[in-house]
């Protein structure tokens, strides 16, 4: 549901706190949203022929005096059977309402093509940076070390990660003060090898957070990329938040200086 949505919704209940029959048959909702609650005096909603709608709002189960519910059409859920009355609806959903629990958790995809940083990236997160305010958090094996590598720290001689073979799934929990709440991250990081590209679709899903990463050194030859991950990302899961993450903008920054220092000499 959109805050437009949601608002438009309070409108129409300043406007009739007393309304007792609401339809909205056949109007092409995608939705019904949560603030329907406040109607408490409603008792006949018909949403019919809106194919869009698959859920009811837990909120409704606040309904107390809807006798009348006509959804055909709708394509709810089975856990609301044709058969059932409104009454085990309004139930069943007050009781979602009332065991409803706070869940400071979700995935966090990092996505991209090969050696542009992802595991690095996701790495310094879960180190300790007092910069931003962080607390220590616990900092899982590295995908090298978990698969018994060699290399110490499950880097290369040269300091960089090792590359992630397939998907590596680990957490990371955040934790924005001392004693504040926590956020477990459930961190997906893909291996950006064209041979995992196929796989990699069947792992993008809802409810997820997706950092996109690119090389900024790469300049325009990492848009095609970029585009490709994103169209991925809105068909198979559609509408969820994507940040853009650029790495290496040190090289960049030592490469300018670099040039400005050859130029004057």
Known sequence: MSSQQSQETSEIYLLFPSLKVLSVSSNNLSCIPADIQYFSRLNSLKIDRNDQIREFPPEMGRLKNLIQLEF???P???????DMRVSDILSYLDSILEDAKPYNRMKLMFV???DIGKTTLLNELRKDTAVFGRHPSEILPSFAERSGGPNIGGKTLKGNYLSTVGVDVGEWTYCKKRGGKKVTFSTWDFGGQNEFYVTHQYFLTKRSIYLVIFKITDGRRCLSELQQWLVNIQARAP?????????HYDVLHQNKKYSESSGRT
């Open 72 to 74: 055909d059409g709708c």
């Open 76 to 82: 709810v859920r089975d856990d609301y059977g044709r």
């Open 112 to 114: 991209g093509k090969s």
């Open 239 to 247: 509408n969820s938040p994507v940040i853009l993450v650029g790495t």
